[in-house]
């Protein structure tokens, strides 16, 4: 059947079907349906301009994007003040803005500021068709179009994830099987250090298939740039922006690094757009081959890739770097992404400008002045008009021909987000509401939406097992899936867990050399004895010639201590000119952070200096389902009167903080949201012990208690603080806690204790 130019939105739909579960006039992620910021809409009867008043709003305030399948809005926003303020994934009638549902997400142990929540976007998937969002603070979610709950994960305390002060997420991306999200994390072992990385989930089971480092380690920031798919050399494969500095390109189906270039010094956050062969970047910050700041770049793509990641990068190879630019020009962005329509570039710059810029030459063809800045928010095009949010809550229709301003709308709160369109409508959300306008036409034609070319399979050359990453207590198993993939990470064939070969796996790069205290009974589930002890490795298994890899953690369940003592140690930290040792492999995040050393005889956590960009460190030593637990453990911080640090315990999703400097105790979950403080005079080089318990009330609300004593002395009777909050967290990790504000003095933890409240 051939595919008329055009599809009139009611009859002519209905005549010919639909080519894909998605319509071509839906807008299912934040970027739309050609992933560069383009409406396929054009409209009889209209010259770009809307009707002033809008057809609703919806009361919830976001610096993301909406998005529209269905006849439904998706919307990722928040609402309320101090402690009763939650971010929202709301589902709404397109048609009317009527609330069908919402849920709930609240903010926890996160360094979150001036209420810079929903910076980012939901995605739905026409295939399964579900919603997916990611937090800030990494509440990872799907859920039904009726908005009931199918999966969670809370990749802080499973994976790491690091939050920011500028709390930027993004929008996780779907690809064929899969959903893909990205962040900076520090999880253990070999993925310990803190990196920019992506991450794919089974997007039905939410089980995690791969993750990826591409880029360089460190990071300088964090990143919200969104991938961006194609099919290239047989793969399918995403190119991003990282935090890093680099643009790179990543194998979508195994995550695989393929290519990278180095494009900043700091982290990138605008998403990048496809010109044929070449990738179109910008970012707002200094230049890696001068002062100067801010670039937009025309990158040639390989045709090929090679058997190695490819990295173009000064340090590496300064010709083969630079020969990599088409063109570049001096226009700056720091989180605002390009409009690429035809061979048109329209951006937002950091000085307020729309800007349209030749895609084959990098040359600037009209510029429209609007404002004296710019906040994140990025244009889109529809029919021969871009509509641009800016800072101050104005949203700006300019003639994509020549530049010149048609309409200004005046929004109450700022537009920090991107606008999309969508059956003849303009949404945008500001921080005050969300809004729907009629753009003025007679009648509304789209053109049909592309579909991906998919390569075939080639022959088997890999096992890739599911989950790639486990944990598991003692007297529990788990269960995998076992899928044969070929070069290009394409399924094959799947193969039983009982039916490979599984050995434990010590990775020849390995700075800890461990096995984790489970093995595989004869279903191929593997299984951790009552008695096992709290360890971490990786598990091969061979099937058929083809051989995959898995790792993973075995966590205790309370009670459980660790006082360090068993520890050897025998790595040198050469600038101090001190013995230590690395710690607990299988905690979360305390790797590079914090190390085992000798303090007056005694084995205990420090935190250490290795990097100012982590002098805030938490750890987590359970799992994200724990619940209803004591945590204790005796603290110190170095110093004297006039400098100090923090140094604390996690109690299900709360803070129990000594701070140094301030002399209190402090109950926290994010700084804004809870805090509570208690007198109490600290002193330098002296141990305390810390102690908390968070009871959950049946009614949703909840008391955090914490107490604190000079270790060896008779505990208190009494909390020395309690914390009512009213919508309590009803589980979460245990961890520690460190912040040693410009690595000045370090603090130290010891003799941890976790033990269940109702044995």
Same mark, same amino acid.
């Given at each position: 059947?051939q595919?008329?130019?055009?599809? %009139?939105?009611? &009859?002519?739909? !209905?005549?010919?079907?639909m080519?894909?579960?998605?319509s071509?006039?839906?807008w299912?992620n934040w970027?739309?349906?050609?992933?560069?910021g383009?409406?396929?809409?054009?409209?009889?009867g209209?010259a770009?301009?809307?009707d002033?008043?809008p057809?609703?709003?919806y009361?919830?305030? &976001?610096?993301?994007?909406?998005?529209?399948?269905?006849?439904?809005?998706y919307?990722?926003?928040?609402?309320?003040?101090?402690?009763?303020?939650? =971010?929202?994934?709301?589902?709404?009638?397109?048609?009317?803005?009527?609330?069908?549902?919402?849920?709930?997400?609240? #903010?926890?142990? &996160?360094?979150? *500021?001036?209420?810079?929540?929903?910076?980012?976007s939901?995605?739905?998937?026409?295939?399964?068709r579900r919603?997916y969002?990611?937090?800030?603070?990494g509440?990872?979610g799907?859920?039904d179009?009726?908005?009931?709950?199918?999966?969670?994960?809370?990749?802080?305390?499973?994976?790491?994830?690091?939050?920011?002060?500028?709390?930027?997420? $993004?929008?996780?991306?779907?690809?064929? /099987?899969l959903?893909?999200v990205?962040?900076?994390?520090?999880?253990?072992?070999?993925?310990?250090p803190?990196?920019d990385r992506?991450?794919?989930?089974d997007k039905?089971?939410?089980?995690?298939?791969?993750?990826?480092?591409?880029?360089?380690?460190?990071?300088?920031?964090?990143?919200f740039s969104? @991938?961006?798919l =194609?099919?290239?050399?047989?793969k399918?494969v995403f190119?991003?922006?990282?935090g890093?500095?680099?643009?790179v390109c990543?194998?979508?189906?195994?995550?695989?690094?393929?290519?990278?270039?180095?494009?900043?010094? *700091?982290?990138?956050?605008a998403?990048?757009v496809l010109?044929g062969?070449?990738?179109?970047?910008?970012?707002g910050?200094?230049n890696?081959?001068s002062?100067?700041r801010?670039?937009?770049a025309?990158?040639?793509?390989? =045709?090929?890739?090679?058997?190695e990641?490819?990295q173009l990068?000064?340090?590496?190879?300064?010709?083969?770097?630079?020969?990599?630019e088409?063109?570049?020009?001096?226009?700056?962005?720091?989180?605002?992404s390009?409009?690429?329509?035809?061979?048109?570039?329209?951006?937002?710059? #950091?000085? $307020?400008?729309v800007?349209?810029?030749?895609?084959?030459?990098?040359?600037?063809e009209?510029?429209?002045?609007?404002?004296?800045?710019?906040?994140?928010?990025?244009?889109?095009?529809a029919?021969?008009?871009?509509y641009?949010p800016?800072?101050?809550?104005?949203v700006?229709?300019i003639n994509a021909q020549d530049g010149? *301003?048609?309409?200004?709308?005046?929004?109450?709160?700022?537009?920090?987000?991107?606008?999309?369109?969508c059956?003849?409508?303009l949404?945008?959300?500001?921080?005050?509401?969300?809004?729907?306008?009629?753009?003025?036409?007679?009648?509304?034609?789209? #053109?049909?939406?592309?579909?991906?070319?998919?390569?075939?399979?080639?022959?088997?050359?890999?096992l890739?097992?599911?989950?790639s990453?486990?944990?598991?207590?003692?007297?529990?198993?788990v269960?995998?899936?076992?899928?044969?993939?070929?070069?290009n990470?394409?399924?094959?064939?799947?193969?039983?867990?009982?039916?490979?070969?599984w050995?434990s796996?010590?990775?020849?790069?390995?700075?800890?050399?461990?096995?984790? /205290?489970?093995?595989?009974?004869?279903?191929?589930? !593997?299984v951790?004895?009552?008695?096992?002890?709290m360890?971490?490795?990786?598990?091969?298994?061979?099937?058929?010639g083809? &051989?995959g890899?898995i790792?993973?953690?075995?966590l205790?369940a @309370?009670?459980f201590?660790?006082?360090?003592? =068993?520890y050897e140690?025998n790595?040198?930290?050469e600038?101090? $000119?001190?013995?230590?040792a690395?710690?607990?492999?299988?905690?979360?995040?305390?790797?590079f952070?914090?190390d085992i050393?000798d303090?007056?005889?005694e084995k205990?956590?420090?935190?250490?200096?290795? +990097?100012?960009?982590?002098?805030?460190?938490?750890?987590?030593?359970?799992t994200?389902?724990?619940?209803?637990y004591?945590?204790?453990? /005796?603290?110190?911080?170095d110093?004297?009167?006039?400098?100090?640090?923090d *140094?604390?315990i996690?109690?299900? +999703?709360y803070?129990i903080v000594l701070?140094?400097?301030?002399n209190v105790?402090?109950?926290?979950?994010?700084?804004e949201?809870l805090?509570?403080?208690?007198?109490?005079?600290v002193?330098?080089?002296?141990?305390?012990?810390?102690k908390?318990?968070?009871?959950?009330?049946? /009614?949703?609300?909840?008391v955090?208690?914490?107490?604190? %004593?000079?270790?060896?002395?008779?505990?208190?009777?009494? %909390?020395?603080?309690?914390?009512e909050v @009213?919508?309590?967290?009803k589980? $979460?990790?245990?961890?520690?806690?460190?912040?040693? @504000?410009?690595?000045?003095?370090?603090?130290?933890?010891?003799?941890?204790?976790?033990t269940p409240n109702?044995?």
């Amino acid at each position: 059947m051939q595919i008329p130019p055009f599809r %009139w939105i009611a &009859s002519v739909c !209905l005549a010919f079907g639909m080519i894909s579960p998605a319509s071509a006039n839906d807008w299912p992620n934040w970027r739309g349906p050609l992933q560069s910021g383009v409406s396929l809409e054009h409209y009889r009867g209209g010259a770009g301009r809307v009707d002033a008043e809008p057809v609703w709003t919806y009361d919830s305030s &976001s610096r993301g994007c909406p998005v529209v399948f269905d006849g439904r809005v998706y919307s990722f926003g928040y609402r309320g003040e101090k402690e009763e303020l939650v =971010e929202l994934l709301t589902c709404l009638d397109e048609a009317t803005g009527k609330k069908l549902w919402e849920v709930e997400i609240k #903010d926890f142990i &996160s360094d979150t *500021v001036y209420n810079r929540y929903a910076i980012g976007s939901p995605v739905v998937d026409p295939e399964s068709r579900r919603v997916y969002l990611l937090t800030a603070y990494g509440v990872f979610g799907c859920w039904d179009l009726d908005g009931k709950e199918i999966w969670r994960h809370s990749l802080m305390e499973e994976l790491g994830r690091l939050t920011f002060p500028n709390s930027k997420v $993004g929008a996780p991306v779907v690809e064929g /099987d899969l959903v893909i999200v990205r962040g900076i994390t520090a999880n253990w072992g070999a993925t310990g250090p803190a990196a920019d990385r992506f991450y794919g989930f089974d997007k039905i089971t939410g089980e995690l298939v791969w993750s990826s480092t591409p880029g360089t380690i460190p990071p300088t920031d964090s990143s919200f740039s969104t @991938p961006v798919l =194609e099919t290239r050399d047989g793969k399918r494969v995403f190119y991003c922006a990282t935090g890093c500095g680099n643009v790179v390109c990543v194998n979508a189906r195994d995550g695989v690094p393929l290519w990278r270039f180095k494009a900043g010094k *700091v982290g990138i956050n605008a998403s990048v757009v496809l010109h044929g062969n070449e990738l179109i970047s910008i970012h707002g910050d200094e230049n890696v081959d001068s002062t100067t700041r801010g670039r937009m770049a025309a990158l040639k793509l390989p =045709e090929k890739f090679a058997a190695e990641e490819i990295q173009l990068d000064p340090e590496v190879n300064e010709a083969a770097w630079k020969s990599v630019e088409a063109w570049r020009n001096d226009l700056g962005a720091g989180s605002s992404s390009p409009v690429l329509h035809g061979d048109k570039v329209y951006q937002i710059t #950091d000085q $307020g400008a729309v800007v349209c810029v030749n895609a084959g030459t990098g040359a600037v063809e009209w510029e429209a002045k609007v404002s004296n800045g710019n906040t994140h928010s990025s244009p889109v095009y529809a029919d021969g008009f871009v509509y641009a949010p800016l800072m101050e809550g104005k949203v700006f229709v300019i003639n994509a021909q020549d530049g010149a *301003v048609v309409q200004e709308l005046q929004l109450e709160g700022n537009c920090i987000g991107a606008a999309m369109v969508c059956n003849g409508y303009l949404m945008v959300h500001s921080t005050k509401h969300l809004y729907r306008f009629k753009i003025l036409h007679e009648e509304v034609m789209a #053109d049909a939406a592309p579909q991906p070319v998919i390569p075939e399979p080639g022959a088997s050359a890999a096992l890739q097992i599911i989950p790639s990453e486990f944990t598991v207590s003692p007297g529990n198993s788990v269960s995998f899936r076992i899928r044969t993939v070929d070069a290009n990470g394409f399924v094959t064939g799947e193969v039983k867990a009982a039916d490979a070969k599984w050995e434990s796996f010590i990775p020849p790069t390995a700075k800890v050399k461990s096995t984790a /205290d489970a093995s595989f009974n004869a279903d191929g589930q !593997l299984v951790a004895a009552a008695d096992a002890k709290m360890s971490a490795g990786a598990f091969k298994a061979t099937a058929g010639g083809l &051989s995959g890899v898995i790792r993973g953690r075995v966590l205790l369940a @309370p009670p459980f201590t660790e006082n360090f003592n =068993e520890y050897e140690l025998n790595q040198l930290q050469e600038q101090e $000119g001190v013995q230590f040792a690395y710690p607990p492999l299988a905690w979360i995040g305390a790797r590079f952070k914090f190390d085992i050393r000798d303090l007056d005889g005694e084995k205990v956590f420090a935190k250490t200096f290795d +990097r100012l960009l982590f002098q805030r460190a938490t750890v987590f030593i359970g799992t994200e389902s724990m619940s209803d637990y004591t945590v204790q453990a /005796d603290v110190m911080t170095d110093g004297n009167r006039r400098v100090k640090s923090d *140094v604390g315990i996690i109690n299900q +999703r709360y803070a129990i903080v000594l701070k140094g400097n301030a002399n209190v105790l402090e109950i926290s979950s994010n700084f804004e949201r809870l805090t509570r403080t208690a007198p109490f005079k600290v002193e330098a080089n002296k141990w305390y012990t810390l102690k908390s318990q968070v009871q959950v009330n049946d /009614d949703g609300t909840g008391v955090v208690m914490a107490k604190v %004593w000079e270790r060896g002395a008779e505990e208190p009777a009494d %909390w020395t603080i309690s914390a009512e909050v @009213p919508i309590v967290h009803k589980s $979460g990790s245990p961890g520690l806690f460190g912040f040693t @504000p410009q690595n000045q003095k370090k603090v130290f933890i010891d003799n941890v204790i976790v033990t269940p409240n109702h044995p």
